[in-house]
């Protein structure tokens, strides 16, 4: 009978990380309401100020000269800084994680330094450094090239703002998985650029993938800088975060928050590619990982 | 391959991992690096192997000055201490991977680098691994899947360190056997790192017992054990 009783009552364990029941539910609550104040409601509540007028004149006001050249000017810069920080970011990561050198402390902290610095204080590092006023931006303009208040500053400020992205997501993983395949790639005979694409740009790809992310995320939404370089001038200069300010100065709420939404969307397409590209490869990603 | 070096020293900054030390290998022999943590066995195979350059001194390959000689042309086989297996890919592929690595003229088809590998997971008797990544294997299979990867290359001589470390003592004995096995089978000149006495003495023709980057004494195993040359070995291979 004494086994009849023990099977029917065994000993209760709890696991070692283990809450209890409520505070568990507590949590998960206080979690689930923080989301939706902080993110659902404010993502909602500009689709819906978009869609006040209808579907039409939301649409229309997208479909103005204006919106589209801010629109093309946006996609424009992120497909230029997001692949040229890309590159930047894993040269750096591989540069502070491979070799050993002094000063290298420094480097890691000097690359967190537009993480720490206001956008707009870049954007005015930029304006004094470049702007017509200056000895190089002087002779920049005149040799029909201007920096500041065109393309080629926008794309710096936002260079700027988004550099950490990559760095920051590889710089832990790299230090992570250390040397070793790369030294043994180089004893089977495997030249360092081959060793590079072979093996360490395979093993970082997720990592990659996520910093592009992110910083490409950023790279469209960035206002502060980009709105002291670029001078905000419409059809030319505007991008679709400065456009978006304008509109809703002049009152045009229906148009400013329909590029607003689009901006979101932008945004929401990006997790949502991270999300299918994460699903689709779940064993590639647990067989890669160290047990 | 005979394997000579001279008057090797390594610095690093500050510290001496290496004094200059002198040490001649014959051809094919096996030999044991054997020394307490910080002696730097790790720096004189990595030394060897290319993979570190020495503050001075020379080695000789066959009597050839291959201190210059870079990695990829010194064709040794080495073994990492946690094997650092390609985690990305298979076990054909991390295998295959020096064959792959070759410039298009000394590249061996498709069908040849398959039927190599094949080959050489027979050799480490584990014939149906090669599509499995290495997260999938335990801890003695990865070893024998270094060991096969390091061969693919057609290695002038065989570089191994601590090839047993992190392994239980039963999976240890069978892997001693196994390099012994392939050491005699493909008369490659063999270097392992140990710290482990008792594996250097019956494993090695050679033991080479270092402290604190210098050479304490060379010899055959039964010879060491008989006329200790220092109070450092006499302590060490007792202990
Ligand atoms: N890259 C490096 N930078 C600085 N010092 C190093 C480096 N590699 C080794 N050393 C130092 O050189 C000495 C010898 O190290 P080595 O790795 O060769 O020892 P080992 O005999 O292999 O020890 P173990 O049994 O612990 O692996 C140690 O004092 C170590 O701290
Ligand atoms: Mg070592």
Redesign the pocket.
């Known amino acids: 009978m004494s086994d009849v009783s023990l099977v029917r009552t065994p000993p209760r364990f709890r696991s070692a990380t283990g809450e209890s029941a409520g505070t568990r539910w507590a949590l998960i609550a206080v979690a689930f309401t923080g989301l939706a104040i902080l993110v659902f409601a404010p993502l909602i509540a500009v689709f819906v100020v978009a869609l006040a007028d209808g579907v039409a004149a939301s649409l229309e006001s997208l479909a103005s000269r204006d919106a589209r050249d801010a629109i093309r000017l946006t996609l424009t810069i992120a497909a230029i800084s997001v692949p040229l920080n890309a590159a930047f970011g894993i040269a750096a990561a591989w540069f502070i994680t491979k070799f050993?050198f002094r000063g290298k402390a420094f480097l890691i902290t000097l690359i967190d330094l537009p993480f720490s610095v206001s956008p707009v204080v870049a954007g005015l590092c930029i304006v004094l450094m470049f702007g017509a006023n200056s000895a190089l931006g002087g002779w920049l303009v005149a040799n029909g090239f201007p920096i500041v208040f065109a393309m080629p500053g926008i794309i710096l400020a936002t260079m700027f703002v988004t550099f950490p992205f990559v760095a920051r997501e590889l710089i832990p993983v790299m230090i992570e998985q250390g040397r070793a395949e790369e030294e043994a790639g180089l004893t089977l005979g495997a030249s360092g650029w081959r060793v590079f694409w072979t093996v360490t740009l395979p093993n970082i790809r997720w990592a990659l993938l996520y910093g592009v992310l992110l910083c490409n995320a950023r790279a469209m939404g960035e206002f502060g800088a980009v709105a002291v370089v670029s001078g905000k001038i419409r059809g030319q200069t505007a991008t679709m975060p400065t456009t978006i300010e304008m509109l809703y100065q002049e009152y045009l709420s229906v148009a400013a928050f329909s590029l607003a939404a689009v901006l979101a969307l932008l945004a929401l397409v990006t997790l949502l590619l991270k999300t299918a590209l994460e699903i689709r490869h779940a064993d590639q990603l647990a067989a890669t990982h160290r047990p | 391959m005979h394997i000579e070096i001279d008057e090797i020293s390594k610095q690093?900054?500050t510290?001496a991992?290496l004094h200059p030390v002198s040490l001649a290998l014959p051809s094919g022999a096996l030999v044991a690096l054997l020394?307490?943590?910080?002696?730097?066995?790790?720096?004189?195979l990595r030394i060897l192997g290319g993979l570190e350059f020495p503050t001075s001194g020379r080695v000789l390959f066959d009597g050839q000055d291959a201190t210059g000689v870079t990695v990829q042309e010194r064709r040794a086989g080495f073994v990492f201490q946690s094997y650092a297996l390609f985690r990305h890919m298979t076990v054909f592929d991390n295998i295959a991977y020096g064959l792959n690595a070759r410039p298009r003229a000394t590249r061996p088809q498709k069908a040849e680098i398959a039927r190599r590998v094949t080959k050489l997971l027979d050799l480490i008797q584990l014939p149906d691994i090669g599509s499995r990544y290495p997260s999938q294997l335990s801890g003695g299979q990865r070893q024998r899947v270094a060991l096969a990867r390091a061969l693919a290359i057609e290695p002038r001589m065989l570089l191994l360190d601590?090839p047993f470390g992190a392994l239980d003592a039963k999976v240890r004995r069978e892997l001693r056997q196994g390099l012994r096995d392939i050491h005699d089978t493909t008369g490659l000149t063999t270097v392992f790192?140990t710290?482990d006495q008792e594996e250097a003495m019956e494993l090695a023709d050679l033991v080479v017992v270092?402290s604190m980057?210098r050479i304490e004494q060379i010899g055959k195993p039964q010879d060491i054990r008989a006329r200790p040359a220092t109070p450092f070995v006499r302590t060490f291979i007792t202990a």
């Open positions: 050993d | 690093f900054g510290t991992a020394g307490p943590s910080g002696s730097g066995k790790t720096t004189l601590e790192v710290h270092m980057g």
